[in-house]
């Protein structure tokens, strides 16, 4: 295939355009923005749950709470009415002794559960003082997510910016170049490989693998506008204006 120097030397930047596009998509997976995003989103998450734990835990010791008040107001009323009896004139001389007996069981029952609950009451005020450090915590997180948000969507508008550059500098160039010669860069690329490299010294820009010399007295030896190959990675060879035969 023949092609003048100029095009091949635009074929090289065609390459180099492709190699810029290839680094905005490796970026675009690798953004330490998107891994700080990851990160305070993970932390922001254990936060929350946290919290919801605590939540749900204060709820079981506010039902404990609500029935040992019940327990507490039953046996109130239930001193109540004994005492209520007692100073009454209704009650005959045997009652007496049954009634004092049951007030000093109810009584001790109301201080059992008078310490039952406080103990519940003080778990709960633990928990509380808790939750409070975790809600905030959930706050200076939650701030700091739309924080990342925010620095990624720069980062990634950034590199959309680029690509978009790029895009357009590559079709300028495609639109320069002869159809034949594109389509020879692109089946190389397509095999994975680079398209295109220059000739630096023995050594191939693409592969940057070095060409014995036996290559080299063929390369040395094609007139200027023969499009070449490197022998060790198929890339189309470009040479270096200057290049000596």
Same mark, same amino acid.
């Given at each position: 295939?023949?092609?003048?120097?100029?095009?091949?030397?635009?074929?090289?930047?065609?390459?180099?355009?492709?190699?810029?596009?290839?680094?905005?998509?490796?970026?675009?997976?690798?953004?330490?923005?998107?891994?700080?995003?990851?990160?305070?989103?993970?932390?922001?998450?254990?936060?929350?749950?946290?919290?919801?734990?605590?939540?749900?835990?204060?709820?079981?010791?506010?039902?404990?709470?609500?029935?040992?008040?019940?327990?507490?107001?039953?046996?109130?009323?239930?001193?109540?009415?004994?005492?209520?009896? /007692?100073?009454?004139?209704?009650?005959?001389?045997?009652?007496?002794?049954?009634?004092?007996?049951? /007030?000093?069981?109810?009584?001790?029952?109301?201080?059992?559960?008078?310490?039952?609950?406080?103990?519940?009451?003080?778990?709960?005020?633990?928990?509380?003082?808790?939750?409070?450090?975790?809600?905030?915590?959930?706050?200076?997180?939650?701030?700091?997510?739309?924080?990342?948000?925010?620095?990624?969507?720069?980062?990634?508008?950034?590199?959309?910016?680029?690509?978009?550059?790029?895009?357009?500098?590559?079709?300028?160039?495609?639109?320069?170049?002869?159809?034949?010669?594109?389509?020879?860069?692109?089946?190389?690329?397509?095999?994975?490989?680079?398209?295109?490299?220059?000739?630096?010294?023995?050594?191939?820009?693409?592969?940057? /693998?070095?060409?014995?010399?036996?290559?080299?007295?063929?390369?040395?030896?094609?007139?200027?506008?023969?499009?070449?190959?490197?022998?060790?990675?198929?890339?189309? /060879?470009?040479?270096?204006?200057?290049?000596?035969?």
């Amino acid at each position: 295939m023949k092609a003048d120097v100029w095009q091949q030397h635009s074929l090289l930047q065609l390459a180099e355009v492709d190699a810029g596009l290839a680094r905005v998509e490796h970026r675009v997976k690798k953004l330490p923005e998107q891994e700080e995003l990851d990160r305070v989103r993970a932390e922001l998450v254990a936060a929350q749950d946290r919290s919801a734990a605590l939540g749900i835990a204060m709820e079981d010791l506010d039902e404990q709470v609500a029935k040992f008040e019940s327990e507490i107001d039953a046996v109130r009323q239930r001193e109540d009415r004994d005492r209520a009896l /007692l100073n009454g004139d209704s009650v005959a001389a045997k009652q007496v002794g049954e009634l004092q007996h049951e /007030l000093e069981t109810l009584e001790r029952r109301q201080a059992s559960l008078e310490d039952s609950l406080l103990e519940v009451m003080e778990r709960r005020e633990e928990l509380a003082g808790r939750r409070v450090v975790e809600v905030a915590a959930v706050d200076e997180l939650d701030t700091a997510l739309r924080a990342a948000q925010h620095a990624l969507a720069e980062a990634v508008a950034d590199l959309d910016r680029s690509r978009q550059e790029s895009l357009t500098r590559r079709e300028e160039l495609l639109t320069s170049l002869q159809p034949d010669l594109v389509d020879l860069y692109e089946r190389q690329r397509a095999r994975g490989g680079q398209g295109a490299g220059q000739l630096q010294g023995r050594r191939c820009g693409a592969c940057r /693998l070095e060409i014995d010399r036996g290559e080299m007295s063929r390369i040395s030896a094609a007139a200027d506008d023969e499009v070449l190959r490197c022998p060790e990675c198929n890339a189309i /060879l470009v040479r270096a204006e200057g290049f000596k035969k």
